[in-house]
């Protein structure tokens, strides 16, 4: 026997092995049958337990039985996949109405692995049997199986819009369907007004199908995604929790999640939240429990107190499975090929298929009722001559010749004469005779009803009603889901809940602010951040993103920025400039910047100003909800500006205020002087200037530390805190230079040294000197310091810092 070797093109052969796989998956594995809503796998599972009698009525059988029936006569795939299909169709979490129950473990809302099938046992439900409903009456067209052993339906009768009701998802080759589930009632409410009433449009049909019910309930948002679905088999919903808040004894709150979004994973969504609350990727969270018990469904979100939880629940919505959104892809088989339909096309398919179903049942029954009439007229016909048919089987050879003779002699058909023979002797009784009329009455009657049926189309559509809402009062079922016309929009506080991340913030004199992430900060190191040419850095600050900034301005106005919302710019960047977050002045700068966790406690804000006016407020007053603005920190004169801002606390009594004047006057009295003010007040006098003085610095000093200044000739002095004299507020003060004829010295600006500064930083446009601070030596109070920088060089000093 020779080999026969076809040399083809591989992208020939590759193109009709593919295709033809195309089409078998399309067709006979994922997509479900517009008529019966069926994937051909869950209809050879119901198919078999229908005809092996494994029905609602009856005892529960092994599911390992099924499943090899299926396997064996219908569907020659992996147990696994048949039994996979059997479990889902009897999945109450899954399907609006389940078409099989199950004994035993069958998985669950967690994603659990169902039980072997050797463990549990299944039936058939009662509804189901509503789509296998007269299936021998030949109402459907059957096909061989697959090796033409035996015959199975093509469809299934479907009394109900089972496409609808269950719905259907799968993926296929260049198709996939995603066809949500609905409420049984009101879909057959749909289905009545749309028989009655072909020409009513998407909209008047959702006045009876509201949207999708799925089996989880929930809540769906989006009329406009829901009826532009059913319009064209595509759109888009949300479907969120339904949650509930709960107070506990210990006065927290807690969040009772009830009803969650349809094939969501419960487990893995309370591990989400969980994870989120760990990672303190949202704060406020307490714990999470899980306490869905034979009830019903929960989870319990504990918060802390004081924290909004409409804010918490906002967050999960949008970074958890609470709510997800439901894209509709209403794909179906429809006449052999797979169709994307709207709500009219699957219920227009859908009658139709009754139709021909509700027909064909009227022909069989037709059919049956005058083949029994026509054997009931030759028995009454033989009860009416008895003796002579007697006498003529009497007469005759055998079975057979018994039946021609009758043929031949009174006129009976063959039917006829078969009945007369096989008739029993009790039957010839005089009562049979009055059953046997009867009965053809009732024939009678009924073939006329059937004709009817089939010779008026009203008749026949008034069965298909009539039968329809016998199944919507026998099964309805109150709608789980609830719907809201539109999706909520999510508000989030994140001053509340935003991510616990450790950054590097960073100020300049001109105002360009940032942060960047640790990983970007210590890969570049400190030095080379990014800066506008003469520029120089204010501040540099190891801060967490829950935190929030109060940079205060000349202008005695502060703004107050949470850290989140500074742009996240790589540590050699720029930054953004401050005034792009909040607008402030062309001639506004910045004096100073604060970093707080949060805006309570006993901490003060101390601001002073250039003529000599010093105010103490609480930092609570700082606390604010508007970040696009600048807000009053101190009122000012219109020819004064602040120049000093520093923060105290409260109980520090030993804590003293020094201020540092331009000709050198210095005045140190303890900060118990200034009595609290609100924001929106002048203070009180610092210092008693003279003509032509200004304040250069007010800081806070103890016993222990130094003050350390510089002159606009480059000169820096370091004084003692035993130099500074204590006095009382609004004093002169004391002189702390040497008052020279030619180019006197003029502090530019000072600064006090802490226990943990080491180092200072002199800084003009330009350039940028530094040294260790214990390399000036303590001076006396009436010396100029040590030259340090020539300025003619080195350029006007901007600012003196210590670090």
């Known amino acids: 026997m020779s080999e026969v070797i076809q040399n083809l093109p591989l992208e020939d052969v590759l193109g009709d092995r593919f295709g033809r796989y195309s089409k078998y998956i399309i067709q006979e594995r994922a997509l479900p049958d517009v008529r019966d809503g069926l994937k051909p796998v869950q209809r050879r599972i119901l198919f078999s337990m229908y005809s092996n009698g494994n029905t609602y009525d009856k005892n529960y059988r092994k599911s390992a039985k ?46 659990d692995p169902p039980a072997a099938m050797r463990y549990t046992e299944a039936k058939l439900s009662l509804l189901s049997e509503q789509l ?20 199975e339906p093509m469809v299934l009768p479907a009394r109900f819009p089972n496409l609808l009701v269950n719905g259907s998802t799968g993926i296929s080759a260049g198709y996939a369907t995603d066809i949500p589930p609905h409420n049984l009632a009101e879909v057959i409410s749909a289905t009545l007004k749309f028989i009655d009433n072909p020409d009513l449009t998407v909209k008047q049909l959702m006045k009876y199908v509201k949207g999708p019910d799925f089996p989880t309930g929930g809540i769906v948002q989006g009329i406009d995604g829901i009826q532009k679905a059913y319009e ?131 022909q069989y029954d037709l059919k049956n009722a005058e083949t029994r009439m026509h054997i009931v007229e030759g028995l009454m016909k033989a009860l009416s001559i008895l003796d002579e048919v007697i006498a003529t089987i009497r007469n005759s050879k055998n079975k057979k010749d018994a039946k021609d003779n009758l043929v031949s002699t009174y006129d009976f058909t063959e039917a006829q004469a078969e009945a007369i023979v096989m008739l029993q002797l009790y039957r010839l009784t005089n009562t049979d005779i009055v059953a046997l009329e009867d009965e053809h009455a009732e024939l009678e009657n009924q073939i006329n009803q059937l004709r009817h049926i089939l010779d008026n189309h009203e008749a026949l559509l008034d069965v298909i009603k009539t039968e329809l809402n016998e199944i919507k009062k026998q099964f309805k ?85 949470p850290v989140h919302k500074l742009a996240d710019i790589k540590w050699k960047e720029l ?49 604010s909800t508007r970040v696009n603005k ?31 004047t331009y000709t050198g006057m210095s005045l140190t009295y303890p900060h118990t002087e200034l009595q609290e003010t609100g924001l929106r007040t002048m203070g009180v006098k610092a210092i008693n200037l003279k003509e032509e003085d200004h304040v250069v610095m007010m800081n806070t000093i103890q016993s222990g530390e130094t003050l350390l200044m510089v002159t606009q000739r480059g000169a820096l002095k370091r004084v003692d805190y035993q130099v500074l004299q204590i006095a009382k507020r609004a004093q002169r003060g004391i002189t702390l230079l ?5 180019q006197p010295h003029r502090i530019v600006d000072a600064t006090v040294c802490h226990d943990n500064d080491e180092f200072y930083r002199l800084i003009s446009r330009q350039n940028i000197q530094e040294g260790k601070i214990n390399d000036i030596h303590l001076s006396e109070q009436y010396t100029n310091g040590t030259f340090i920088v020539e300025t003619e060089k080195f350029g006007d000093i901007l600012a003196l810092q210590v670090y």
């Open 477 to 561: 079922t109150p709608r789980l889901s609830a719907i809201e016309s539109e999706i909520s929009e999510i508000k989030i506080d994140k001053e509340v809940i935003v991510p616990s991340e450790t950054v590097m913030m960073s100020l300049t004199y001109e105002g360009y602010i940032k942060r960047t992430s640790l990983r970007s900060y210590n890969a570049s190191g400190r030095e080379e951040i990014g800066l506008k040419e003469n520029d120089q850095v204010l501040k540099i600050l190891e801060v967490n993103t829950q935190d929030t900034t109060l940079v205060f301005t000349n202008k005695g106005r502060y703004l107050y920025i």
């Open 132 to 151: 296998l409903r007269d299936l021998n009456k030949n109402t459907v067209d059957y096909v061989p199986n697959y090796d033409d052993t035996e015959m």
């Open 232 to 362: 064209t088999g595509k759109g888009k919903i949300v479907i969120r929790a339904k949650t509930e808040e709960e107070a506990l004894r210990n006065g927290r709150n807690q969040i009772i999640v009830t009803e969650i979004p349809y094939e969501v994973n419960k487990s893995a969504l309370v591990k989400k939240i969980d994870e989120l609350r760990a990672d303190k990727k949202v704060e406020g969270i307490v714990e999470v429990r899980d306490e869905t018990d034979r009830s019903g469904l929960r989870i319990a979100i504990e918060v802390k107190k004081d924290v909004n939880t409409t804010s918490i629940l906002n967050y999960l919505y949008k970074n958890t499975d609470l709510q997800v959104t439901y894209n509709f892809n209403m794909v179906a088989i429809s006449e052999g090929r797979p169709k994307l339909m709207g709500l009219k096309a699957i219920l227009d398919s859908y009658i139709n298929h009754q139709i021909e179903v509700v027909t064909r049942r009227t």
């Open 66 to 111: 099924t499943v090899g029936d299926v396997i064996g006569q219908l569907h020659p795939h992996g147990d696994t996949s048949v039994y996979d299909a059997m479990v889902r169709l009897s999945q109450d979490w899954k399907l609006r109405h389940v078409l099989v129950e199950m004994h035993g473990n069958n998985g669950s809302i967690d994603n």
């Open 738 to 742: 040497k008052e020279l004829k030619k």
């Open 575 to 623: 930054g953004q400039h401050i005034s792009q977050i909040v607008p402030i002045d062309e001639d506004e700068y910045i004096i100073n910047c604060f970093v707080f966790n949060q805006l309570t406690g006993n901490e003060m804000i101390i601001t002073t100003t250039r003529n000599g006016m010093i105010k103490k407020s609480a930092l609570s007053a700082f606390k």
């Open 630 to 660: 600048p807000l009053v920190a101190m009122k000012l004169k219109q020819d004064d500006e602040i120049v000093s801002v520093t923060k105290i606390k409260e109980e520090d009594k030993n804590t003293m205020i020094t201020l540092l």
